[in-house]
């Protein structure tokens, strides 16, 4: 059976797709009565604030036609941003290279959060290098939560 989130992306991706964005990822959240569902999306020019409110104008719609959440919830749209959450493999693998923070569903090693270079992806698990000598893979369906870790170039003046 499709979870909540999964059937959500389902039924938003055409929606988001036929505004010029890409669908980066949903979160769904409940807190008692009431749900929150946050929608990222992204664009290869950027995601501008205009974006975002055609793309919650139209979700908005669709979810009140179709009507998958019941009771009340907050709809958020938003930019991945820098520190942008992983979601698919398609995604780590655009990410390679780079540093990533995860939080696992269950403990490795006696640890839930994980900090390294992202190394690749080896068919559904990823490869996290945590130094030189010690490498993971990580079954992306362990994975609860990633985001990659945005890198500041100092700007130190001559």
Known sequence: MA?????????????????????????????????????????????????????????????????????????EVSSPGMDRPLYKLEQYERFMGAQIEVRLRMPLEGQRKWRGLLAGVEGDEVVLRIDSENEYLLPIDSIERANVIPQFESGKKK
């Open 3 to 75: 979870s909540k989130r999964e059937l959500l992306e389902e039924l938003l991706a055409p929606v988001v797709e036929s505004l010029g964005c890409e669908l980066w990822g949903i979160e769904y959240q409940t807190h008692g009565r009431n749900a929150l569902l946050r929608i990222y999306i992204d664009a290869e020019e950027g995601v501008t604030v205009e974006d975002c409110e055609k793309v919650s104008r139209q979700a908005s719609a669709v979810l009140d036609v179709e009507d998958p959440i019941s009771g009340n919830y907050t709809l």
